[in-house]
């Protein structure tokens, strides 16, 4: 199972083009080399995660809350039946981004396909298709609900892929749901080749990409958002990354 | 520093989340007691008072309840934390708990966002979610019949009449909260004021937080009362409807028996009903 789920992913995959990529954040201006990069054209779906919860046997829901995915919040379509071991979505949701996915749940699942969460530098040069000028995943166009799922315009999440790609052929890179990002908020310049260490800093990990309930400033390629890691929320999902040798200079 | 926005269910405390979040050093966890954790759903309306809060277990109903114990702790810890951002987190549940809330996460600042009880009451009876969400009618049965004052009790009657069954609930919570407001010196925001003068009152909300108004703030104030979208939790609401819908939906006799249960909180908070 865990192969089969790889290869799915694996299929929607797009290699970022290797060079050296210029990515500003916060105003700094970062040079990032690209050897090796991977990433899922569309944000991970019900469907996927659904497969992983099954295949994985992780536990999610105990001691009254839960790990990887926030199934308290009875607005969360992913269930299990009454007397049934496995996890269920109903089918008009199999296509749509998961939501309510905490950090730990999106780390699990990039693991377990052997992939990984991005760092913001990484997950805002695939944003900006390499171009740090480039204001939205579509372009400098202002947002408008035909490029994007954000402000409350459909209500909810929509299936993934429904809007125009970036020129890198990446989907809902702004809007449907917010992304997980794998460093903490106050972390965004630091060494690629460390590992990272919870912060003395505030307790927050970068999320991009803003969300269908959210006002259209969280699209921009480069505004910084962030979450508490420990709970999983209506507009937050996450897509997963394969890097290797890459670095920031 | 870390504050609390505490609202009763349907007064438009999803908006003001988010009107607070867009600022780029706020961030609003919603509803982390009643949306991620099970207790505090199963136990809504159980009333859970300030000498309740025990240190070792938040509360002794939790004493077995390892990982929701453990849940509260690292919560704790993030809103408390010291960290150049503004943190806080937004309720709507946990009225009947807010003494114990108060000890067990004690923030520096609490808002408090208020609405016109017959429009909250419009809006919960015309989406059902008394019945569908919330369980209105059997945790209001159940606060009511240990309530020590009789004539709380002689009320029972009454919980056939959803209109009433809503505006009580409304009434309760509502005296909590204005009580609350009072000892911990909270600011009172009314969801109509808000609407109505929407740049005056976020910048004296952002000023109580200690912080200023946005520019990204004052564009989605711009944007979030001019129409009416999303589903049933939207942060978009036209300034039409927030204020004026439920005269059009409510009845008379409705009205008649909201303002009866409803009269006194609502005159506090200076609506004429």
Not at chain 1, 64 to 80: A, C, F
């Amino acid at each position: 199972m865990r192969s089969e789920l790889a290869d799915i992913i694996n299929r929607s995959c797009v290699t970022i083009p290797p060079g050296e990529y210029c990515v500003e954040i916060e105003g700094k201006s970062l040079v990032y080399v690209v050897n090796a990069m991977r990433v899922v054209a569309t944000p991970v779906t019900n469907g996927m995660f659904v497969e992983f919860l099954n295949a994985s046997g992780e536990v999610n829901e105990f001691g009254g809350t839960y790990s990887l995915i926030n199934t308290v919040n009875i607005n969360q379509p992913l269930r299990k039946r009454p007397g049934e071991a496995l996890f269920t979505v109903p089918d008009e949701l199999v296509d749509h981004p998961v939501v309510g996915v905490t950090w730990e749940g999106a780390m699990k699942f990039a693991r377990f396909v052997g992939g990984c969460l991005p760092r913001e530098i990484e997950w805002q040069l695939v944003a900006t298709a390499g171009d740090p000028g480039r204001e939205f995943p579509w372009g400098n166009r202002k947002p408008s609900p035909a490029l994007a799922n954000y402000g409350e315009h459909v209500g909810a999440t929509t299936p993934v892929g429904m809007y125009p790609p970036n020129p890198w052929g990446l989907f809902d890179l702004a809007g449907n749901v917010r992304e997980w990002c794998s460093n903490w908020v106050n972390e965004y310049h630091h060494d690629l080749t460390t590992e990272e260490v919870q912060p003395e800093g505030p307790l927050l990990k970068v999320v991009r990409g803003g969300g269908w309930n959210l006002d259209q400033c969280f699209l921009s390629n480069t505004r910084r958002d962030y979450r508490w890691p420990r709970v999983g929320s209506v507009s937050v999902g996450f897509r997963v990354f394969w890097i290797d040798g890459n670095v920031k200079k | 520093m870390a504050f609390t926005v505490l609202a009763t269910q349907r007064s438009g405390s999803n908006f003001v989340a988010e009107l607070l979040r867009i600022h780029p050093s706020v961030d609003v966890l919603n509803e982390p007691f009643s949306q991620h954790l099970q207790i505090f759903r199963e136990l809504e309306m159980e009333v859970w008072r300030a000498s309740d809060y025990d240190r070792c277990y938040f509360h002794r109903a939790l004493r077995n309840a390892l990982e929701t114990r453990q849940f509260l702790g690292e919560l704790r810890e993030w809103l408390t934390r010291e960290n150049g951002y503004l943190l806080g987190i937004k309720e709507t549940g946990l009225t009947e708990k807010l003494d114990w809330l108060g000890c067990a996460f004690p923030t520096k600042n609490y808002i408090i966002l208020v609405r016109d009880p017959r429009a909250v009451v419009y809006s919960v009876l015309r989406r059902s979610l008394q019945n569908s969400w919330w369980q209105y009618r059997s945790r209001l049965k159940r606060y009511l019949e240990v309530h020590d004052d009789e004539n709380i009790r002689n009320e029972l009657h009454n919980l056939d009449s959803d209109v009433w069954v809503v505006a009580k609930v409304w009434q309760v919570r509502m005296r909590r909260l204005i009580d609350f407001a009072h000892r911990r010196n909270a600011l009172i925001v009314r969801l109509e004021d808000l609407v109505e003068s929407p740049v005056d009152i976020t910048a004296r909300m952002m000023e109580y937080l200690g912080a200023s108004i946005h520019s990204s703030q004052e564009r989605f104030l711009g944007e979030s009362t001019t129409q009416s979208r999303g589903g049933t939790f939207s942060t978009m609401r036209r300034k039409d409807d927030v204020v004026s819908l439920w005269k059009r939906g409510l009845s008379q006799p409705d009205i008649t028996i909201i303002a009866a249960v409803v009269s006194r909180e609502a005159g506090e908070l200076g609506y004429e009903i």
